[in-house]
């Protein structure tokens, strides 16, 4: 049953990305048609095991399907398996309607570009990786899941291959994320060693169970293996979702195309990276040294990113900054140990960050591509629906009463405070704060007071004013906001008259949390500061920029001259410049980790990997000339070599089936 929410995926990715290759042109609507028939089924069938495990009675919401014996070496035996439980399939609904949604949007967003059926062929590759990841039944699945998405983010940050920079970008993130896998893969071995098995039905128990004594035992520096599997996992998964001090790929991925670059900074960061996290959290509360580390990068994040995101200009880049801030919250608080929360605020971000970033999106269609908002304004009148959309979204960010970002930001808040983190508390309610300023003031400097490019924007802008984005691209947009209404009024704390239904399903996902009576004073001092905190940065920001945004931009323009402004002047030009620390480390990690990678891998790519394709294209040609495939047309050619090639699988599936066999016949 749940190998089919992967067969759907992988389906459009192949005949998407791999008819082109034997010279089968797909017209636009057919790319479209099959990109989008391959996210609704995903988006169904989610749905269908959403309703399963509704039925299935309390302790045993879970589905496990084992689809074939992946690798074995003597006993050892790895199995290709699918798990899945309330988190998984609550995440899985989630992420594959914002999937869809995506697709719809994208068919107005990519309409003139010409790699229509490559995009969303990486499109659907995405939605399958990602689906591996959610129900991965075994840590080594999920692992195999997560390089294929990173792959795929790659690829899509240099989807405009004809720039070099754009494939530059992509190369820095993918050195970043081998990073990040090298230390998930120390995490799996030292698991794997002292457990034996990474099975996510075995794993959930450790606690439980009389291993854990010897994981608890110092070992190697002090530190006890539950410390070095939690600190290798939480490198892994700070690489990937672009903390300190790994958070250089993020901005750039900017590069690659709206709707996917929403897509990943909205839903697959938090929904996959935190999702992560949440799982592993039976192991992480045990260590303090890995739930310390995720406590303070994800502080540090989630504040010092806010602070440079209120100081930029590109749209792009702002959304990705407020985006890498939230993330920072949510790492903190699976540090803090309140995954239930972290998962409610999860829900509630993915729907009004992604359509705060659709939104974002059609700014920049209407605007035809111009993201420096500075010379942007008056939108409001010549692109109203997206206004209104933006808006909303904005409303959501902030934690506006009613919206899901009200309830899940304060919650996340108060139990942390109740848990006794003072001072996580106090980084997290100034990052809101900030977070409010930086929304208002993108809104006002977008849609209110007037166009303020003037000559500059005569050629991006022939007929004057930008023009309002089709209704494929604003439909998303509402149905996201209705979602993060929605997803709001399932999570109505009991604090303020409801039954907290959505965190109460969840809680299933977890194993040793227990859901916390609430704290009423603890509540109404969180709650409240927080609000005020919010609504005092909010009008801050529309008064500075609301009607003044000219005079606005004018001194911040005066302060970015050097040694004007003292020390606020000193402040703002660091902010801008993102405090010079992706300078320092990407010299740090990315320039060295690449000079080690080719001093270590230039030998075996020369003379293994280099010898291995000259003697697999020698044989090819040598049986393309034993055959004649040399006098055939190019579809013929690529279809023979393919038929060639499936068949030497083939024989080396057989071969090693056997061997296997002989082996453990000889056992």
Same mark, same amino acid.
């Given at each position: 049953?749940?190998?089919?929410?992967?067969? @759907? #995926?992988?389906?459009?990715?192949?005949?998407?990305?791999?008819?082109?290759?034997?010279?089968?042109?797909?017209?636009r609507q057919h790319s479209v048609f099959i990109a989008c028939l391959a996210s609704?089924?995903?988006?169904? /069938?989610?749905?269908?095991?959403?309703?399963?495990?509704?039925?299935?009675?309390?302790?045993?919401?879970?589905?496990?399907?084992?689809?074939?014996?992946?690798?074995q070496v003597g006993s050892v035996r790895i199995q290709f398996s699918l798990y899945?439980?309330?988190?998984?399939?609550?995440?899985?609904?989630?992420?594959?309607?914002?999937?869809?949604?995506?697709?719809?949007?994208?068919?107005?967003?990519?309409?003139?570009?010409?790699?229509?059926?490559?995009?969303?062929?990486?499109?659907?590759?995405?939605?399958?990786?990602?689906?591996?990841?959610?129900? $991965?039944?075994?840590?080594?699945?999920?692992?195999?899941?997560?390089?294929?998405?990173?792959?795929?983010?790659?690829?899509?940050?240099?989807?405009?291959?004809?720039?070099?920079?754009?494939?530059?970008?992509?190369?820095?993130?993918?050195?970043?994320?081998?990073?990040?896998?090298?230390?998930?893969?120390?995490?799996?071995?030292?698991?794997?060693?002292?457990?034996?098995?990474?099975?996510?039905?075995?794993?959930?128990?450790?606690?439980?169970?009389?291993?854990?004594?010897?994981?608890?035992?110092? *070992?190697?520096?002090?530190?006890?293996?539950?410390?070095?599997?939690?600190?290798?996992?939480?490198?892994?998964?700070?690489?990937? =979702?672009?903390?300190?001090? @790994?958070?250089?790929?993020?901005?750039?991925? !900017?590069?690659?195309?709206? &709707?996917?670059?929403?897509?990943?900074?909205?839903?697959?960061?938090?929904?996959?990276?935190?999702? *992560?996290?949440?799982?592993?959290?039976?192991?992480?509360?045990?260590?303090?040294? $890995?739930?310390?580390?995720?406590?303070?990068?994800?502080?540090?994040?989630?504040?010092?990113?806010? $602070?440079?995101?209120?100081?930029?200009?590109?749209?792009?880049?702002?959304?990705?900054?407020?985006?890498?801030?939230?993330?920072?919250?949510?790492?903190?608080?699976?540090?803090?140990?309140?995954?239930?929360?972290?998962?409610?605020?999860?829900?509630?971000?993915?729907?009004?960050?992604?359509?705060?970033?659709?939104?974002?999106?059609?700014?920049?269609?209407?605007?035809?591509?111009?993201?420096?908002?500075?010379?942007?304004?008056?939108?409001?009148?010549?692109?109203?629906? =997206?206004? *209104?959309?933006?808006?909303?979204?904005?409303?959501?960010?902030?934690?506006? &009463?009613?919206?899901? %970002?009200?309830?899940?930001?304060?919650?996340?808040? *108060?139990?942390?405070?109740?848990?006794?983190?003072?001072?996580? /508390?106090?980084?997290?309610?100034? =990052?809101?704060?900030?977070?409010?300023?930086?929304?208002?003031?993108?809104?006002?400097?977008?849609?209110?007071?007037?166009?303020?490019?003037?000559?500059?924007?005569?050629?991006?802008?022939?007929?004057?004013?930008?023009?309002?984005? &089709?209704?494929?691209?604003?439909? #998303?947009?509402?149905?996201?906001?209705?979602?993060?209404?929605?997803?709001?009024?399932?999570?109505?704390?009991?604090?303020? %008259?409801?039954?907290?239904?959505?965190?109460?399903?969840?809680?299933?996902?977890?194993?040793?949390?227990?859901?916390?009576?609430? !704290?009423?004073? =603890?509540?109404?001092?969180?709650?409240?500061?927080?609000?005020?905190?919010?609504?005092?940065?909010?009008?801050?920001?529309?008064?500075? @920029?609301?009607?003044?945004?000219?005079?606005?931009?004018?001194?911040?323009?005066?302060?970015?001259?050097?040694?004007?402004?003292?020390?606020?002047?000193? @402040?703002?030009?660091?902010?801008?410049?993102?405090?010079?620390?992706?300078?320092?480390?990407?010299?740090?990690?990315?320039?060295?980790?690449?000079?080690?990678?080719?001093?270590?891998?230039?030998?075996?790519?020369?003379?293994?990997?280099?010898?291995?394709?000259?003697?697999?294209?020698?044989?090819?040609?040598?049986?393309?000339?034993?055959?004649?495939?040399?006098?055939?047309? &190019?579809?013929?050619?690529?279809?023979?070599?393919?038929?060639?090639?499936?068949?030497?699988?083939?024989?080396?599936?057989?071969?090693?089936?056997?061997?296997?066999?002989?082996?453990?016949?000889?056992?």
């Amino acid at each position: 049953m749940l190998r089919y929410i992967l067969l @759907f #995926p992988l389906l459009g990715t192949l005949l998407n990305g791999c008819l082109p290759l034997f010279g089968v042109r797909l017209k636009r609507q057919h790319s479209v048609f099959i990109a989008c028939l391959a996210s609704v089924c995903t988006a169904l /069938w989610s749905l269908r095991l959403l309703v399963t495990l509704a039925y299935l009675p309390a302790g045993h919401q879970v589905i496990e399907d084992v689809l074939y014996n992946w690798m074995q070496v003597g006993s050892v035996r790895i199995q290709f398996s699918l798990y899945a439980d309330v988190l998984g399939v609550g995440a899985a609904v989630l992420l594959s309607l914002v999937a869809l949604l995506i697709h719809v949007y994208s068919v107005g967003y990519m309409a003139r570009d010409e790699g229509y059926a490559r995009y969303f062929a990486l499109l659907n590759a995405l939605l399958f990786s990602m689906m591996m990841v959610l129900f $991965a039944g075994n840590v080594l699945v999920g692992m195999f899941g997560w390089m294929w998405v990173g792959l795929c983010i790659v690829l899509l940050m240099s989807f405009w291959y004809v720039d070099v920079e754009r494939v530059k970008v992509g190369s820095k993130a993918l050195a970043l994320f081998r990073l990040g896998d090298v230390a998930l893969l120390f995490a799996l071995v030292l698991l794997y060693w002292n457990v034996h098995t990474l099975d996510w039905s075995v794993l959930r128990r450790v606690g439980d169970s009389s291993l854990l004594p010897g994981l608890l035992a110092p *070992w190697l520096w002090g530190m006890s293996k539950m410390d070095w599997i939690g600190v290798c996992l939480a490198i892994g998964v700070l690489c990937r =979702t672009a903390q300190l001090p @790994f958070y250089m790929w993020l901005p750039d991925s !900017t590069a690659g195309p709206a &709707p996917a670059v929403a897509w990943i900074h909205s839903a697959i960061l938090p929904l996959l990276g935190v999702f *992560w996290l949440a799982r592993f959290h039976f192991l992480l509360k045990f260590s303090s040294v $890995a739930s310390g580390l995720l406590i303070v990068f994800g502080a540090l994040t989630s504040l010092l990113v806010m $602070a440079i995101a209120i100081f930029q200009y590109d749209v792009k880049h702002t959304l990705a900054y407020i985006a890498m801030s939230q993330v920072g919250l949510m790492v903190v608080g699976i540090g803090v140990g309140v995954p239930d929360a972290v998962i409610f605020h999860v829900f509630s971000f993915v729907c009004y960050m992604t359509a705060l970033s659709l939104a974002g999106g059609a700014v920049l269609m209407g605007m035809h591509y111009v993201q420096d908002i500075r010379v942007m304004g008056g939108l409001v009148h010549s692109m109203p629906w =997206t206004h *209104w959309g933006f808006l909303l979204a904005v409303f959501a960010g902030i934690g506006f &009463p009613g919206f899901s %970002g009200f309830f899940s930001g304060h919650s996340l808040l *108060w139990r942390s405070l109740e848990r006794g983190y003072t001072a996580v /508390w106090l980084v997290g309610a100034m =990052t809101m704060v900030l977070h409010a300023f930086c929304l208002v003031r993108l809104l006002c400097l977008i849609f209110y007071d007037t166009l303020r490019g003037g000559e500059q924007l005569r050629w991006h802008l022939p007929e004057g004013q930008p023009k309002e984005v &089709p209704w494929t691209m604003r439909i #998303p947009m509402y149905v996201l906001l209705l979602a993060s209404l929605v997803v709001g009024a399932m999570h109505v704390p009991t604090f303020f %008259g409801g039954k907290a239904l959505l965190g109460h399903w969840l809680h299933g996902g977890f194993i040793g949390t227990k859901v916390t009576t609430e !704290t009423i004073l =603890t509540r109404e001092f969180s709650t409240g500061v927080v609000f005020v905190g919010v609504f005092v940065g909010a009008l801050l920001a529309l008064l500075t @920029f609301g009607q003044g945004a000219v005079q606005a931009l004018r001194n911040e323009a005066l302060l970015q001259v050097n040694g004007r402004g003292g020390a606020a002047g000193v @402040f703002f030009r660091w902010a801008q410049r993102r405090f010079y620390i992706d300078v320092f480390l990407e010299l740090v990690t990315v320039k060295l980790l690449l000079q080690v990678v080719r001093f270590v891998l230039a030998p075996i790519e020369k003379y293994v990997i280099e010898g291995a394709l000259r003697l697999l294209s020698a044989t090819i040609l040598g049986v393309g000339v034993m055959f004649g495939l040399e006098k055939r047309e &190019p579809p013929g050619r690529a279809i023979s070599i393919a038929v060639f090639v499936l068949v030497l699988c083939l024989l080396w599936w057989m071969l090693s089936n056997a061997m296997i066999v002989e082996g453990m016949g000889g056992v």
